[in-house]
T-cell receptor, first 111, second 115 residues
Framework: GEDVEQSLFLSVREGDSSVINCTYT??????LYWYKQEPGAGLQLLTY?????DMKQDQRLTVLLNKKDKHLSLRIADTQTGDSAIYFC???????????FGRGTQLTVWP | SAVISQKPSRDICQRGTSLTIQCQVD?????MFWYRQQPGQSLTLIAT?????????ESGFVIDKFPISRPNLTFSTLTVSNMSPEDSSIYLC????????????FGPGTRLTVT
């Protein structure tokens, strides 16, 4: 199976919270990342969490990590239409190492 | 973070030709990588660009098809050789900056269409 898995689509109403989920397989993951890709653009690093943490909050973004279940989530509070994009989960297994990506979750925000 | 530029931003090429993509960074870089994103797919690592030496390729990618140069710390090129329609993808460089070793940043990508 894939190293990193995500659901492909999520739709929410403007103002609601969005939760994007990700599972990974490698227990040696050191950092886990969330990237945002808008149409026609590259990947924007949104946030990341070290594997010995279980939560990280950054303004409207909250990352939760359950290392036992190898489950990562990204919560976006007060979702706006500008948040519509593809969100990629990724993991690294060493500092300076390559990233392993999920297939991305297409988030659509309805006004 | 850093400013990462890629040239060209997009191109349409004929089968059998080659295209060289440039990646330039405005900060000190430790690691540089080249990824491919095929339509509707995730990102796949092509190779790690090593400064002053041969790149390290992932399984399924070879130097003859994807030659890579990295003459200095902040610049790298990826060539897609003898192109076929299956090479139509977005090609992205990514970097790890000195002083922020856990963060990896991506260039805007080069959208390649092979006809």
């Amino acid at each position: 199976g894939e190293d990193v898995e995500q659901s492909l689509f999520l739709s929410v109403r403007e103002g609601d919270s969005s939760v994007i989920n990700c599972t990974y397989t490698d227990s040696s993951s050191t950092y886990l990342y969330w990237y945002k890709q808008e149409p026609g653009a590259g990947l924007q690093l949104l946030t990341y969490i070290f594997s010995n943490m279980d939560m990280k909050q950054d303004q409207r973004l909250t990352v939760l990590l359950n290392k036992k279940d190898k489950h990562l989530s990204l919560r976006i509070a007060d979702t706006q239409t500008g948040d519509s994009a593809i969100y990629f989960c990724a993991e690294s297994r060493s500092t300076l190492g390559r990233l392993y990506f999920g297939r991305g979750t297409q988030l659509t925000v309805w006004p | 973070s850093a400013v990462i530029s890629q040239k060209p931003s997009r191109d349409i090429c004929q089968r059998g030709t080659s295209l060289t993509i440039q990646c330039q960074v405005d900060s000190q870089v430790t690691m540089m990588f080249w990824y491919r994103q095929q339509p509707g797919q995730s990102l796949t690592l092509i190779a790690t660009a090593n400064q002053g030496s041969e790149a390290t390729y992932e399984s399924g990618f070879v130097i003859d098809k994807f030659p890579i140069s990295r003459p200095n710390l902040t610049f790298s090129t990826l060539t897609v050789s003898n192109m076929s329609p299956e090479d139509s993808s977005i090609y992205l460089c990514s970097v790890v900056l000195a002083g922020a070793l856990e963060e990896q940043y991506f260039g805007p990508g080069t959208r390649l269409t092979v006809t």
